[in-house]
T-cell receptor
């Protein structure tokens, strides 16, 4: 199963953009790239996902490299509430459900006021 | 909507005691999951249920049993708790109607300590 590599921690200032990188050099053509985040003392929550094209939603944007070996989660204006651990995960299309997800340690994002 | 509800939020057990962690979802999802989260490790899947009436082992099933009571509820049982089972447990659900858009929804977790 394909795995991802993320920096252990990052820091940002409030109201500035944040770019969270993820490397997935062994990604297969049918793996979706999913991002979740986990706020302190809470369960993970879905952020965004994509396959090949860049994606936007109300929470964030996902930029996917042309070769799909890396991706970047973009928070356009960080708020204090965005301080969390961000997980980049590959979700095989063929899997009937999410049982094959491999959760790494993610990136711990600190947001300074 | 409540989403995924887990009870209890905190629990302390003595070695050898048994207990059941409860999980219920109100989103009419078919799939449900139990994960554990330990310091320095990612989430690890204990058991999952693809649909009502079916359960399957995940990555770390030893020492646990599960019951998919109905479509809403998925419980996790520790028959004889061990200190190695000290962890934060998360229940999750998903609706695999479309693999391209399937998302996991998590509960807020149960912090379990086994002394």
């Amino acid at each position: 199963d394909a795995k991802t590599t993320q920096p252990n921690s990052m820091e940002s200032n409030e109201e500035e953009p944040v770019h969270l990188p993820c490397n997935h050099s062994t990604i297969s053509g049918t793996d979706y790239i999913h991002w979740y985040r986990q706020l302190p003392s809470q369960g993970p929550e879905y952020v965004i996902h994509g396959l090949t094209s860049n994606v936007n939603n109300r929470m964030a944007s996902l930029a996917i490299a042309e070769d799909r070996k890396s991706s970047t989660l973009i928070l356009h204006r960080a708020t204090l509430r965005d301080a969390a651990v961000y997980y980049c995960i590959l979700r095989p299309l063929w899997a009937g459900n999410n049982r094959k997800l491999i959760w790494g340690l993610g990136t711990s994002l600190a947001v300074n006021p | 909507n409540a989403g995924v509800t887990q009870t209890p939020k905190f629990q302390v057990l003595k070695t050898g005691q048994s207990m059941t962690l409860q999980c219920a979802q109100d989103m009419n999802h078919n799939s449900m999951y139990w994960y554990r989260q330990d310091p320095g490790m990612g989430l690890r899947l204990i058991y999952y249920s693809a649909s009502e009436g079916t359960t399957d082992k995940g990555e770390v099933p030893n020492g646990y049993n599960v019951s998919r009571l109905n479509k809403r509820e998925f419980s996790l049982r520790l028959e004889s708790a061990a200190p190695s089972q000290t962890s934060v447990y998360f229940c999750a659900s998903s609706e695999p109607t479309d693999a391209t858009n399937e998302k996991l929804f998590f509960g807020s977790g149960t912090q379990l300590s086994v002394l």
